[in-house]
């Protein structure tokens, strides 16, 4: 079983920047994806950012150019720095781990993330 916990999200000005982090406890092997979601009011959950084990990146293309994610394995922990912030970025931002070949995903509580402008 493993649980992630979140933290860093806040209220920021638009142009401001966030460094939101999740810690994994368990077992987290090499073949697995980490990732940060968010879900604002009304819309559905989108992927934001994934990095696997070896480092390798995929943003979505709202995110591309501002959002950097980073992975340290030896402590479990993914990590989504946020910069030039916009109003559209606020949302309630989700970590998940999920295997490469396995069904097993796991999901930490949530951190709200609000942007005003």
């Known amino acids: 079983q493993v649980q992630l916990v979140e933290s860093g999200g806040g209220l920021v000005q638009a142009g401001g920047s966030l460094r939101l982090s999740c810690a994994a406890s368990g077992s987290i092997s090499e073949l697995t994806i980490m990732g940060w979601y968010r879900q604002a009011p009304g819309k559905q959950r989108e992927t934001v950012a994934l990095i696997t084990y070896a480092g390798s990146t995929n943003y979505a293309d709202s995110v591309k150019g501002r959002f950097t994610i980073s992975r340290d394995n030896a402590k479990k922990t993914v990590y989504l720095q946020m910069n030039s912030l916009k109003p559209e970025d606020t949302a309630v931002y989700y970590c998940?781990?999920?295997?490469?070949?396995?069904?097993?995903?796991?999901w930490g509580q949530g951190t709200q993330v609000t942007i005003s402008s």
């Open positions: 998940n781990v999920r295997g490469v070949y396995s069904s097993a995903s796991y």
